[in-house]
T-cell receptor, first 112, second 120 residues
Framework: SQQGEEDPQALSIQEGENATMNCSYK?????LQWYRQNSGRGLVHLIL?????REKHSGRLRVTLDTSKKSSSLLITASRAADTASYFC????????????FGKGTTLSVSS | GAVVSQHPSWVICKSGTSVKIECRSL??????MFWYRQFPKQSLMLMAT?????????EQGVEKDKFLINHASLTLSTLTVTSAHPEDSSFYIC????????????????FGEGSWLTVV
């Protein structure tokens, strides 16, 4: 099962530019998380935003959450070539027996 | 350091054989673990929920007789791909929920490093 769409599916930018990725989901959530995945590798947890939060920052990352629209965005500022990866949102209902449900992901390519 | 460990990181097997992937929680006990499959350039799809001491719960479309899940202890779940075929080649990743500190602690789910399966 998957929560919903992420857009864009692919994004190509130059170093120094900002990258914005959006995520929509379908069900009620307790929190939403963003992960990065380099090609062929495991997941790296980036940031978690709770359902009662609207915005959160971590370094060059800014995440927003709009529970009324069931959507979230991830902004990476001043992007670097090392930011090239796939980015996934995942929703957590925080019930003990339930898993994270992932969106389809955005593939970001940052060229130098 | 990693709190969920997966082994092996990659494995190549012949068609028709079975292969086992292990998922261990290192710092905590996990009554529930989760198995995902990820095909190239796609997202993670939840396959099943592994329940300690009881049967796994499989997502729709996942063959339980093909993907055997055993969660015999509070720190170990195994996924066995039986009679593997080339179309089973994929990245398999597990996760476990750490409930020691309660929901208010924030992120409670940790992922293993993943296992690449290639069936030839």
């Amino acid at each position: 099962s998957q929560q919903g769409e992420e857009d864009p599916q692919a994004l190509s930018i130059q170093e120094g530019e900002n990258a914005t990725m959006n995520c929509s989901y379908k069900t009620s959530i307790n929190n939403l998380q963003w992960y990065r995945q380099n090609s062929g590798r495991g997941l790296v947890h980036l940031i978690l935003i709770r359902s009662n939060e609207r915005e959160k920052h971590s370094g060059r990352l800014r995440v927003t959450l709009d529970t009324s629209k069931k959507s979230s965005s991830l902004l990476i500022t001043a992007s670097r070539a090392a930011d090239t990866a796939s980015y996934f949102c995942a929703t957590d209902s925080l019930q003990a027996g339930t898993a994270l449900i992932f969106g389809k992901g955005t593939t970001l390519s940052v060229s130098s | 350091g990693a709190v969920v460990s997966q082994h092996p990181s990659w494995v190549i097997c012949k068609s028709g054989t079975s292969v086992k992937i292990e998922c261990r929680s290192l710092d905590f006990q996990a009554t529930t673990m989760f198995w995902y499959r990820q095909f190239p350039k796609q997202s993670l799809m939840l396959m099943a929920t592994s329940n300690e001491g009881s049967k796994a719960t499989y997502e729709q479309g996942v063959e339980k007789d093909k993907f055997l899940i055993n969660h015999a202890s509070l720190t170990l779940s195994t996924l066995t791909v039986t009679s593997a075929h080339p179309e089973d080649s994929s990245f398999y990743i597990c996760s476990a929920r750490d409930l020691r500190f309660g929901e208010s602690s924030g992120n409670t789910i940790y992922f293993g490093e993943g296992s690449w399966l290639t069936v030839v």
